[in-house]
């Protein structure tokens, strides 16, 4: 419905009482799902090649999580985390820990990768204090250009988002700087090798740490491998090791953000064991519940459990959804079929299919400028001008505009989109993020809308 309002401007109202992400413009409505599948009520077969926003990574509507999640509703549904434990939590955390061959050794569940968030940055804090000569003066964070780490007031001021930002400046945490991301396809130039690129960047840490005082800084935050923000941009070979000793050199904390890049989702449970560093605190979420039920976690690295232990004895946070025996029910069963049926493998197999098929059919693309990920994880960096690199526009909104063209009926295919990451609040990509059981022939599908979608948009 439209009308006019008193000023004269033209409103639209939808009938619905959802608040969507534009208040003007309707979201489809998903009505069924299965496996790579969405399905909407107007007759849209959606092909997410997205697993929603890199969650849904055991695909939709899997049986076995009907039955897990049903299982434990029979035995509790819910339980105060601060007075009691379930054997389901004990159960998904043991599994976590193991995962990491033991180096974290403790896990705390919350309900979102936001909460994973500033539940480590917290921890980061706390942990300073409860040194047996406790430093309080550690209150500063040192983040990276490009990131996305949540939403919430802390985890917004740790992300540089400069639209995510911008209205909420005014509160955000001056206590976060933020360095140049590991970004090769801009960062590193023609006579660089990885080795003098990652030396810069290691320098430009250091020199951060020097300008804000060493002694101050609780820990430096980083995404593994960067989420939509950056396009999927995965480290060069030695990045974060070099991260690491800068960070060891001044006693601070590495805090890996693998909300988005762990649980598989590169081809190893955790994206650090491809890195040979392990940090001192880890965030997962979205594939952790593969969006069978709301979780994220954050895992704590034996080191910080013992100075928490030989100290107060206690983190001083918590929430009333921690925990929360369905989700973990839910995130164990995913744990069980990611092994069960070696996904891990078909990460690796397909991902490597997908990014050369991605490359084959769209690197000449004459707006595409770059063609980068790890695993099942793969961006599209998108260019007005292939031999500069100079972005589009922001004001075009090139990938939010593909996203949307994506959905349509001609298209059927869902991106992960993201755009105006940089300073100048430019930049546009899209992300392909498929779930983990994706078969040979759903990844040529894939690449086969990717390329007609890009092909209408562009022209040619
Ligand atoms: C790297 C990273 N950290 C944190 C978050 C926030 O997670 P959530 O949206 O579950 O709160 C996201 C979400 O996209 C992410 O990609």
Redesign the pocket.
């Known amino acids: 419905m439209t009308t006019a309002t008193g000023n004269g401007r033209i409103t639209k109202h939808i009938s619905s009482s959802v608040l969507y992400r534009q208040l003007r413009q309707p979201n489809p409505s998903i009505v069924s799902s299965k496996g790579c599948f969405l399905f909407a009520d107007d007759g849209r077969q959606i092909i997410d090649a997205s697993s929603g926003?890199a969650v849904s990574c055991i695909g939709h509507n899997d049986e076995r999580l009907h039955y897990a999640i049903l299982e434990q509703l029979k035995k509790v549904e819910y339980c105060y985390p601060y007075y009691f434990t379930t054997p389901v939590a004990e159960e998904l955390s043991q599994v976590l820990t193991d995962s990491t061959g033991g180096k974290m050794s403790k896990v705390f569940i919350v309900s979102?990768?936001?909460?994973a968030?500033e539940a480590a940055i917290k921890m980061a804090m706390q942990y300073f204090t409860e040194l047996p000569q406790p430093q309080r003066q550690r209150t500063r964070f040192i983040a990276r250009k490009q990131s996305?780490?949540?939403?919430t007031l802390g985890?917004l001021s740790t992300g540089f988002h400069p639209p995510r930002r911008e209205l909420y400046e005014a509160m955000l945490s001056k206590n976060v700087s933020h360095v140049s991301a590991c970004y090769a396809y801009r960062g590193k130039t023609e006579t660089d090798s990885d080795e003098t690129y990652v030396g810069r960047l290691a320098q430009e840490l250091e020199d951060e740490f020097q300008r804000v005082g060493p002694e101050t800084v609780c820990a430096f935050v980083a995404?593994t491998v960067c989420?939509?923000t950056l396009g999927s941009a995965p480290p060069v070979e030695g990045y974060f090791k070099a991260m690491k000793e800068v960070c060891e050199r001044h006693g601070a904390l590495l805090i890996l953000?693998e909300?988005?890049s762990g649980m598989g989702r590169t081809g190893t449970l955790h994206a650090w064991q491809q890195e040979g560093i392990v940090p001192d605190l880890q965030?997962v979420?979205?594939g952790l519940g593969a969006g069978y039920a709301s979780i994220?976690a954050l895992l704590v690295h034996n080191d910080v459990v013992r100075v928490l232990a030989q100290g107060t004895g206690a983190f001083i946070h918590s929430q009333t959804y921690q925990s929360h025996p369905l989700a973990c029910a839910a995130a164990l069963e995913v744990q069980k079929i990611l092994k069960e049926d070696d996904l891990l493998s078909n990460v690796r197999k397909q991902g490597a299919l997908l990014g050369k098929l991605l490359v084959e059919r769209l690197g000449n693309h004459p707006n595409v400028g770059d063609i980068r990920g790890r695993g099942l994880l793969w961006g599209i960096e998108f260019v007005k001008n292939k031999a500069t690199k100079e972005p589009f526009p922001s004001s075009n909104k090139v990938s939010p505009k593909i996203h949307s063209l994506g959905l349509s009926t001609d298209h059927g295919i869902c991106f992960l989109a993201a755009h105006a990451t940089m300073d100048d609040k430019t930049g546009d990509y899209i992300a392909l993020a498929p779930p983990y059981i994706v078969s040979e022939q759903e990844v040529h599908l894939m690449v086969d809308r990717t390329e007609k979608v890009l092909r209408a948009f562009f022209g040619y």
Do not use: Q, R, W
């Open positions: 926003a979102s990768g936001t909460e968030v996305y780490h949540g939403n985890s995404e989420g939509t953000d909300v988005l965030t979420a979205k994220g």
